[in-house]
């Protein structure tokens, strides 16, 4: 079984990527394989609504000159899929309303093929507006009718510089339940 995790911050190494590990590192004790994909760097444009793949049905966007399909192909050998992203503006970055567009316009085109996957979602955040962004994964992830484990709180980690979610007690221990409850989840379901 495997877990892939979408990291949708400009920081590469940043709070996003320590809260995502936190739940990774959970999976692996599990002996659930693990990938992170990072976006930073990377500046996916929204959907076009060019309804390309309506007609095509072939599970990929029609934009193929960035690394929405490779993500995509990612999600659907994987049995798990985890999303992060700071919140920027009291909602999820760019990238990833741009991923959350175009993959689910893909999904919906394509029979709902992350059906029955298991689906988390974690946030970092400084100060306010985190809950916006958690709630817009999270739809994303119940419209693709993906299993959604709960936490010990809503998965949110406070902090502002890199490593400063490391001093937000409880919102690490909430990754490791996270993490857990995922692991759980998915050997109910696949093994
Ligand atoms: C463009 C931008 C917008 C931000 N907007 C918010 C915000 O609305 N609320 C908040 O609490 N923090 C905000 N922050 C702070 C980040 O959410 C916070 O530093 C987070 O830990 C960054 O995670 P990262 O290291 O994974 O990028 C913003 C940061 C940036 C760069």
Redesign the pocket.
Known sequence: MKVIALNA???KN????ILLNLVLDELKAEGIETELIQMAGTALPGCKACYKCFKKKDKHCSVETDMLNEIIDKMLAAEGILLGS?????DVTANMRAFIERCGFVARANDYMFKGKVGAAVV??????AIQAFSGMNLFLHYMQMMMPGTSYWSIGV??D?G??LKDDEGIQTMKDLGKNMAWLMKKVYA
Do not use: K, L, Q
């Open positions: 911050s400009a920081r940043g709070n996003t990527a700071p919140t920027y503006f009291s970092a955040v400084r100060r306010a507006g902090g502002r890199i400063d979610v």
